[in-house]
């Protein structure tokens, strides 16, 4: 039986990871805010990870504890945080994700899912999810948040300012709408 660490892989992971950590030259590297992209990105915690925050992400990124991108577009998968400053389309797998601009697609939030601006699919998360705006389906086991919610929300408690769909839970709070509080089932259109 061979040692672990004789293993190319291990090798060609641990230099992976080292040279993502080093600094770039500008003059070899293009500029993080020229919105450089990558396929792959693999990521110990930001700061170490292949590219830098940064750059966009259009294939898989893959997080042992933090990854943070500008965009990402394909599978994301995090062990623990997974961030992305701007949009994601695709989706993304963590124990807590954020998306500062837009989701489109499904976002699993092992504890937590969080959507900045709007989530357009499917949010599921053990505890809770937030979107400013949400089209599709929120899931979660205690708290459903969105400011505007186009679709369907369960979960034990469900809170949104304008629904067009119905939540299903033992609190529903619809600020604005006809009925604005209804235990089990509420609805607006």
Known sequence: MSHPLSSPFVWLTVAVLVLGALPRASAAQPS???????????????????????????GLRLSAIVGANQDVTGLDLAGI?????????????ALYGEVGGDLTGWQIGGLAAEVDGRARGLQTAALYNSAGEGTGVQI??????????????????????????????????????????????????
């Open 81 to 93: 945080v997974g961030l992305t400053q701007g949009n994601q389309t695709g989706l993304q797998f």
């Open 32 to 58: 993080e805010t020229s919105r450089s992209w990558t396929p792959v990105q693999i990521a110990l915690w930001n700061p170490i990870q292949t590219f830098g925050e940064g750059f966009s992400v259009n």
């Open 140 to 189: 979660a086991a205690v708290l459903n948040r969105a400011e505007r919610m186009r679709g369907l929300q369960i979960s034990l408690v469900n809170w949104t300012d304008e629904l067009d769909g119905v939540q299903i839970g033992l609190i529903n709070i619809n600020r604005k709408g006809w009925i604005p509080f209804f235990p089990l089932l509420n609805f607006g259109f």
